[in-house]
């Protein structure tokens, strides 16, 4: 082995399993060398998850970021030669409705986001595979794509490390453990390891179920938590001998058990003439924290390795016997069998980028095989331009907050998230029950007397609707459908619908305390922020106003959407509760790497917003102001912030609207929030939930959400929240953004939809929740632009005073015509709507006001 070198340019912790491999690969691709690698173990990993791992990948999920990286991840391995594409199946057993309900939902996901998965009947799942009673099955889903890595993950982690080694762009060293980073200044300068310091510009944790150990090092930790993954084996199994097959049937997933079953080919192959049959804990998860953690010379197994109780998988697996008998004709391998640990996340997403705390320090942890190499890709493009050709805001380390890197937070949300694992009929709302309460408004105790329904996002708890409203539905009821389908109504209040008409009709107040809020202030905080922004920030016009703006990356695309306020001495940014956390981490890279002499300081829980609006709006809020004249349409200009009182309370009013209605943003200090509250109550106003706020009247006016309508795939153009002038200074992405605005048109424009007919086969109406794809009616195709982005819906909502479901969705240019016929998919039948508007246009405005901004 060669002599340990005493610098690099990265190091890669984590070397040898299929994470640690892949972004060496692909950092090697992207032109970096002098990269050094070490891992714990051997390289390949023989103590790691991908040592053990099952090894299969199915390419469909309900989010697309994580079917692409599956499929480029699944094209990779083939193109090496290591995947077998025996396809996969799913299977809803007789009298599971609601599986097959979850699978037709998966199908529509697949015809979103590009991957090819079909509902198949109990024939021909019989025919694909033979082990299944077909009696006990009522339909499945066929995914063509599904397959192996052959003969292992591991192999191809080992190959791809000799392939850099070859190339001279990698060292690597097994057996070589990370004690230490070493960090000056807020930047990572190396590492201490068991062979001695190496000092290095970048280090890579891939260290898998080590990872938050490592993170333990930088002072941070990753929400993320190795949990038990019972796999058993029973055999002999013959029917593939003399094939050199290392699988022969397709994949099964009988998810309904939260069970998956394969064979394991050949029994002259690695592991072959077996049934493997994997289950996952949906009651009684088992997780471990890294730091009790075997080392490998004390453990009976492996480190990533603990012993299979019996009692752990009897029940499912007796119902496993029923579906396919054969488990219960062969022979249990009991020293094959083992719990093989495995990660889950507090939110469904791995910890990737770069820490919060220290330059330079980059995470890639809790990442499965199927995303491997798609997720090493993401990591090498992000460490090199900066950006993802794919928007990579749900797995950005950067999108946590304080609180949710807390280790009982952790313990509590992953244990959750490990209850559904395999079970992936979430709801697009469902709520977590365990994390909760962490943050409240000051009224908190006010709204639980009103009956709040809470929900919760950033760790605020909101509610969605209020019970003491349940009268407005005598007066309101008959323009508030009743949602008959179950899932369409769950985690949904009608109550929220009669708010709306209210609101819309009178006046409303709305708890808005998830804003993220930060101030950025120092001798360079117009500039740092005329550079960020799309918008122009810089002159003394704009001191005491609020700019509506958007963050551009380098190629012109929309990285965020948010509020500046000008004040006399910082800049105060009003973000959402969702992209908050990363927006700020964000200003303080820029603001490092631009050498703008500036602080950014998170003041979120220092400060509370509420929302009054309605044509009623200014005659109520008169009714409390000390000024009330001050408000007055000529000495209130739309958009402009004016200090008021209220209560005794020092108030900061800023008339914009969010829902269409005119009305106002109050902002104040927390210890004041109660005051403000109680005196807008004394009014008679309606307390209205954020559902209004957030969906409906959002949507009713068309207005765009970041991380769902807004995304690093599209430009701001493409979003139609381009400004009529690109501003004279200079910003990020502006280039690009003029680029775009001298196209003779867009390749794709952000249109709003409506459902023109929402009534099922069953004589049911419905009301979407979550994606759709939108197809062209005369093919029955999704649509896809020249880009070759596909068409489905970003957001969807029921509008009470028009009376039909929303939609905003990216069209491909040449679909871009109001009054444009197309079809929607939802859990497996095609609902026909209607183009209402191409870019930005209410389908609602009362005031006729312009967007936020």
Same mark, same amino acid.
């Not at 082995?1 to 005493?6: G, I, L, Q, Y």
């Given at each position: 082995?060669?002599?340990?070198?005493?610098?690099?340019?990265?190091?890669?912790?984590?070397?040898?399993?299929?994470?640690?491999?892949?972004?060496?690969?692909?950092?090697?691709?992207?032109?970096?060398?002098?990269?050094?690698?070490?891992?714990?173990?051997?390289?390949?990993?023989?103590?790691?998850?991908?040592?053990?791992?099952?090894?299969?990948?199915?390419?469909?999920?309900?989010?697309?970021?994580?079917?692409?990286?599956?499929?480029?991840?699944?094209?990779?391995?083939?193109?090496?030669?290591?995947?077998?594409?025996?396809?996969?199946?799913?299977?809803?057993?007789?009298?599971?409705?609601?599986?097959?309900?979850?699978?037709?939902?998966?199908?529509?996901?697949?015809?979103?986001?590009?991957?090819?998965?079909?509902?198949?009947?109990?024939?021909?799942?019989?025919?694909?595979?033979?082990?299944?009673?077909?009696?006990?099955?009522?339909?499945?889903?066929?995914?063509?794509?599904?397959?192996?890595?052959?003969?292992?993950?591991?192999?191809?982690?080992?190959? /791809?490390? @000799? &392939? #850099?080694?070859? $190339?001279?762009?990698?060292?690597?060293?097994?057996?070589?453990? +990370?004690?230490?980073?070493? =960090?000056?200044?807020?930047?990572?300068?190396?590492?201490?390891?068991?062979?001695?310091?190496?000092?290095?510009?970048?280090?890579?944790?891939?260290?898998?179920?080590?990872?938050?150990?490592?993170?333990?090092?930088?002072?941070?930790?990753?929400?993320?938590?190795?949990?038990?993954?019972?796999?058993?084996?029973?055999?002999?199994?013959?029917?593939?001998?003399?094939?050199?097959?290392?699988?022969?049937?397709?994949? /099964?997933? @009988? &998810? #309904?058990?939260? $069970?998956?079953?394969?064979?394991?080919?050949?029994?002259?192959? +690695?592991?072959?003439?077996? =049934?493997?049959?994997?289950?996952?804990?949906?009651?009684?998860?088992?997780?471990?924290?890294?730091?009790?953690?075997?080392?490998?010379?004390?453990?009976?197994?492996?480190?990533?390795?603990?012993?299979?109780?019996?009692?752990?998988?009897?029940?499912?697996?007796?119902?496993?016997?029923?579906?396919?008998?054969?488990?219960?004709?062969?022979?249990?391998?009991?020293?094959?069998?083992?719990?093989?640990?495995?990660?889950?996340?507090?939110? #469904?997403?791995?910890?990737?980028?770069?820490?919060?705390?220290?330059?330079?320090?980059?995470?890639?942890?809790? =990442?499965?095989?199927?995303?491997?190499?798609?997720?090493?890709?993401?990591?090498?493009?992000?460490?090199?331009?900066?950006?993802?050709?794919?928007?990579?805001?749900?797995?950005?380390?950067?999108?946590?907050?304080?609180?949710?890197?807390n280790e009982q937070h952790i313990w509590d949300r992953c244990t959750e998230t490990a209850m559904k694992v395999y079970n992936p009929a979430v709801h697009p709302r469902e709520p977590f029950s365990k994390g909760r309460n962490v943050r409240r408004s000051p009224f908190y105790e006010r709204e639980k007397e009103l009956g709040g329904h809470f929900m919760e996002l950033g760790g605020w708890e909101r509610a969605h609707g209020y019970a003491a409203n349940e009268h407005l539905l005598k007066e309101y009821g008959d323009r508030v459908p009743v949602r008959e389908n179950e899932w369409d109504n769950r985690h949904f209040w009608r109550v929220s619908n009669a708010e709306h008409l209210k609101l819309s009709e009178d006046c409303g107040i709305i708890n808005l305390s998830h804003f993220y809020i930060f101030d950025v202030e120092g001798p360079d905080h117009v500039a740092l922020m005329e550079w960020l922004c799309a918008a122009k920030i810089g002159g003394d016009a704009n001191v005491g106003k609020g700019i509506y703006t958007h963050f551009l990356d380098d190629e012109g695309m929309v990285r965020a959407d948010l509020t500046v306020i000008r004040m006399a001495d910082r800049c105060r940014i009003i973000d959402g509760a969702d992209a908050g956390p990363r927006d700020f981490n964000y200003v303080k890279r820029v603001a490092e790497d631009k050498g703008f002499d500036v602080t950014v300081t998170d003041v979120t829980e220092k400060y509370i917003t509420i929302g009054i609006w309605g044509p009623n709006a200014r005659t109520t809020l008169q009714k409390v102001v000390e000024d009330p004249a001050g408000l007055s349409l000529e000495n209130f200009p739309f958009a402009a912030i004016k200090p008021i009182r209220i209560a005794g309370k020092d108030v900061s009013a800023f008339r914009l609207s969010y829902v269409g209605e005119q009305g106002w943003e109050l902002h104040m200090r927390y210890e004041d929030g109660l005051a403000v509250w109680d005196a807008l109550r004394s009014t008679g106003v309606t307390p209205v939930g954020v559902e209004t706020y957030a969906n409906s009247r959002r949507m009713e006016k068309s207005l765009r959400l970041q991380n769902a309508d807004l995304l690093t795939e599209y430009n701001l153009y493409e979003a139609d929240l381009a400004r009529p002038k690109v501003k004279e200074a200079d910003f990020r992405g502006k280039a690009k953004h003029q680029e775009y605005r001298a196209r003779d048109h867009q390749p794709a424009m952000l249109c709003t939809l409506v459902m023109t007919d929402n009534v099922d086969s069953k004589g049911v109406a419905r009301y979407p929740v979550g994606i759709m794809p939108v197809m062209d009616p005369a093919t029955g195709e999704t649509l896809v632009d020249e880009l070759g982005r596909r068409s489905f819906t970003s957001s969807v909502a029921y509008g009470p005073t028009l009376g039909k479901n929303i939609a905003l969705a990216y069209l491909p240019w040449a679909y871009c015509q109001e009054g444009r016929k197309l079809n929607v998919e939802y859990f497996g039948e095609t609902y026909p709507v209607e183009v209402a508007a191409i870019g930005y246009k209410p389908l609602y405005d009362p005031q006729n006001l312009k967007p936020r901004s």
């Open positions: 082995m060669a002599e340990f070198p005493a610098k690099a340019r990265v190091v890669i912790i984590g070397l040898g399993g299929i994470v640690g491999a892949s972004v060496a690969h692909h950092l090697i691709e992207r032109g970096w060398d002098d990269i050094v690698g070490i891992d714990k173990s051997g390289i390949p990993t023989d103590v790691g998850s991908t040592a053990h791992a099952s090894d299969f990948c199915y390419m469909t999920s309900h989010d697309f970021l994580s079917c692409w990286t599956t499929l480029y991840s699944v094209d990779f391995y083939e193109k090496m030669g290591h995947y077998a594409r025996v396809g996969g199946l799913e299977v809803a057993r007789v009298g599971d409705d609601g599986r097959m309900d979850e699978i037709k939902r998966k199908v529509a996901s697949a015809k979103a986001f590009g991957t090819n998965a079909r509902l198949v009947g109990p024939a021909e799942i019989k025919e694909k595979f033979p082990l299944i009673e077909e009696s006990l099955v009522q339909g499945g889903m066929w995914d063509p794509d599904a397959g192996l890595v052959i003969p292992r993950s591991q192999t191809v982690a080992g190959k /791809l490390v @000799d &392939q #850099g080694v070859a $190339a001279g762009k990698l060292q690597a060293f097994a057996n070589t453990s +990370a004690k230490s980073l070493i =960090i000056e200044n807020g930047r990572i300068k190396g590492v201490e390891t068991t062979r001695g310091r190496i000092m290095a510009d970048y280090v890579v944790v891939c260290a898998g179920i080590w990872g938050r150990l490592i993170a333990e090092m930088a002072g941070e930790d990753l929400p993320v938590m190795p949990i038990d993954h019972p796999l058993t084996f029973f055999g002999p199994y013959t029917e593939f001998a003399g094939t050199g097959k290392e699988i022969g049937w397709p994949l /099964l997933r @009988d &998810q #309904g058990n939260s $069970a998956y079953m394969r064979d394991t080919g050949d029994p002259k192959t +690695a592991e072959g003439g077996q =049934i493997e049959w994997g289950y996952y804990e949906e009651t009684n998860p088992r997780l471990v924290h890294p730091r009790d953690l075997l080392e490998k010379d004390q453990a009976r197994l492996s480190p990533s390795q603990r012993d299979l109780d019996m009692e752990q998988i009897l029940a499912p697996l007796e119902r496993a016997m029923e579906l396919t008998p054969i488990l219960g004709e062969l022979g249990y391998n009991e020293s094959h069998s083992f719990n093989g640990l495995l990660q889950v996340t507090t939110d #469904g997403g791995p910890s990737m980028g770069e820490s919060q705390k220290v330059r330079g320090l980059w995470y890639a942890v809790g =990442i499965w095989v199927k995303d491997g190499p798609g997720m090493g890709k993401l990591i090498a493009d992000w460490m090199t331009d900066g950006r993802t050709a794919i928007d990579h805001h749900a797995i950005d380390y950067a999108r946590f907050n304080p609180h949710q890197m």
